[in-house]
């Protein structure tokens, strides 16, 4: 598995990236990003996991708690999947486990997230 945060539009959103295979070994790292994602200043959080190749189910658990713990504050955890054409993985997954009421997913954060100032203004 591959982590990474990114800082987007001038501080005003942050996405946590997962790729490739979240399996058992993984889930400390992963929560310490989650953890990381969700203590940022960054009013827009995100989690993308277009690339996802496989998560287990324990991973998907964390992911849920703190997307449901989030809406608790009144914040929203976006789930980025670009590939949302109906056959990705996580397509399938989220319609398997019926999460399409947990998640808020979205193709793109651009439609979302506000733009950063451009500089000099």
Same mark, same amino acid.
């Given at each position: ?9 001038? %501080? ?9 295979? &979240? ?15 969700? %203590?940022?200043?960054? $009013? ?24 449901? =713990? ?6 929203? &955890? ?5 590939? %949302? ?16 009421? &947990?998640?808020?997913? &979205?193709? =793109?954060?651009?439609?979302?997230? $506000? ?7």
């Amino acid at each position: 598995m591959a982590i990474s945060i990114q800082i987007m539009n001038g %501080g005003s959103a942050a996405v946590l990236t997962l790729t490739g295979r &979240v399996v058992a070994r993984d889930n400390v790292a992963l929560r310490k990003h989650i953890e990381q994602l969700m %203590g940022g200043d960054a $009013p827009l959080k995100a989690i993308d996991l277009t690339d996802i190749a496989y998560i287990d189910s324990y991973a998907l658990g964390q992911i849920i708690y703190y997307c449901n =713990s989030a809406r608790g504050r009144h914040t929203t &955890v976006y789930i980025v999947n670009k590939k %949302g054409n109906g056959n990705s993985y996580i397509d399938k997954l989220i319609d398997v486990s019926d999460l399409k009421q &947990v998640f808020s997913i &979205v193709d =793109s954060l651009d439609r979302i997230a $506000p733009a950063a100032p451009a500089s000099g203004a």
